[in-house]
């Protein structure tokens, strides 16, 4: 669910930034996503496009601006949690010869913001900077904070042949921040990936929650 703050122009601002953030959109496609009035959704755009927060490509269609970049290397600076997590991350990875990743919430998405290969030919490839739904996986719910213990788990939910366990960063106020999964083939992970290796992922979204 996309947040509302009671500050209408924020709120719609943000609603267009997401929704070109799952891809780049004509107007009409920026209006049909966002649900916003034509004109709304026009003006919206090119104010932030104005900002440098939005940019057209090619075909014309908006796309996510250089301003954001810029913003975003300084907020990881600030908040470098992808550096903090990556010997987490790491050995999480080593412990269970599994892939490992780092998600973020993005309004009604996921980001992968950090993604470390299994050593194993057959694998489950996660590309840093991917956006899945977050209604759909175990990183997803674990987000939502619909975690019914420390971990959860999830079997083929998204993709065929797959599975995954995750578990929740919290901030020191007790905010779920990010979400720190292992994904495989089933022939590996089982089709009770939680009972194999949820205590570990737990135990690792733990050692980086204490980081923060």
């Known amino acids: ?3 509302v703050t009671g500050v209408g122009v924020l709120d719609k601002a943000v609603l267009v930034l997401r929704a070109v953030a799952e ?11 966002t649900g916003l009035p034509r004109a709304t959704a026009h003006r919206l755009a090119v104010a932030l496009e104005t900002h440098g927060l939005l940019r057209r490509d090619d075909d014309g269609r908006f ?14 600076q600030r908040f470098p949690l992808a550096d903090l997590a990556l010997p987490v991350i790491e050995g999480l990875r080593d412990a269970t010869g599994e892939s490992a ?18 050593p194993h030919a057959l694998r489950w490839i ?22 019914d213990a420390h971990w959860v788990e999830s079997v083929e939910e ?10 929740p960063v919290t901030s020191p106020s007790g905010d779920v ?4 999964s292992v994904s495989g083939p089933i ?13 570990r992922v737990a135990a690792a979204a733990h050692s980086l929650s204490a980081l923060l």
Do not use: H, K, N, Y
């Open 63 to 76: 796309d996510l601006g250089p301003e954001l970049a810029s913003l975003g290397r300084v907020a990881a």
């Open 187 to 199: 022939e590996r992970m089982s089709r009770q990936p939680g009972r194999v290796f949820g205590d």
């Open 23 to 33: 891809r780049p959109l004509s107007l009409a496609a920026l209006q049909s996503t």
């Open 158 to 167: 998204r993709e065929a042949g797959v599975a995954s366990v995750s578990a």
């Open 101 to 118: 990743q780092l998600f973020v919430r993005e309004g009604t998405a996921r980001r992968c913001v950090l993604s470390l290969q299994s």
């Open 1 to 3: 669910m996309d947040i």
């Open 126 to 147: 996660v590309p840093e900077g991917v956006l899945f739904p977050l209604d759909v996986g175990s990183a997803g719910r674990a987000l939502s904070g619909s975690a």
């Open 177 to 180: 921040i990010a979400a720190v």
